[in-house]
């Protein structure tokens, strides 16, 4: 699938896959095959997110991942407050070149209230080329919108951060997978 995205600074877009509905799942993984072009370097970051929307909790996990292309390092979304978290694992996505990431992560049945009064949503680990890298990381999980139905997928997204005219950034994404257990 070819991910196309043309805009000035700030711009971001988002393609989602929703592979249905479970509200008990709470072991979640994906893997795909990323392909940079060379007009890569212009995005400020490559987003690879997984989600389990739950009606029946009012809950939103969503377990945002991205390569930031200015730190050169994986970070993981604390959904709470609204904020990207740094991890300790470089990353790097080579222009033209095929990358294979998998990212696994969790939470806990019952688990209502462990982190600032919310779930925990635990960063598992990222395996990039097949080489592992623990990230075990935690961080709340946010309040469902309201209306959302419930839902279980992931989503890829290009951001352009700053930059000083507009700018076209493609990326390639092959063989994606996704498991909600």
């Known amino acids: 699938m070819e991910l196309l995205l043309a805009g000035p600074k700030d711009t971001n877009a988002l393609w989602t896959y929703r592979a249905g509905a479970d509200d008990d799942a709470t072991s979640f993984s994906m893997t795909f095959w990323v392909y940079p072009t060379a007009s890569a370097s212009s995005a400020g970051s490559f987003e690879f997110d997984q989600y389990d929307f739950s009606s029946s909790t009012g809950i939103e996990f969503m377990f945002g991942t991205q ?5 050169k390092l994986w970070q993981v979304f604390d959904q709470l407050h609204n904020h990207w978290m740094n991890t300790s694992v470089g990353c790097s996505l ?29 960063y598992d680990s990222v395996t990039v080329n ?9 961080y709340p999980a946010g309040h469902l919108p309201h209306g959302w ?7 890829f ?5 700053d930059v000083s005219s507009p700018v076209t950034v493609e990326e390639y994404i092959d063989l994606a997978d996704f498991t909600a257990i």
Not at 149 to 155: D, I, R
């Open 94 to 122: 080579p222009a033209n070149q095929w990358t294979e990431i998998q990212w696994d992560a969790h939470r806990v049945s019952g688990d209502t209230d462990r982190c600032d009064g919310m779930p925990c949503m635990y």
């Open 67 to 71: 390569c930031n292309q200015i730190s």
């Open 149 to 155: 139905s419930s839902g279980v997928g992931f989503q």
């Open 157 to 161: 997204q290009i951001d352009i951060g």
């Open 130 to 138: 097949g080489h592992l890298y623990p990230v075990n990381s935690k």
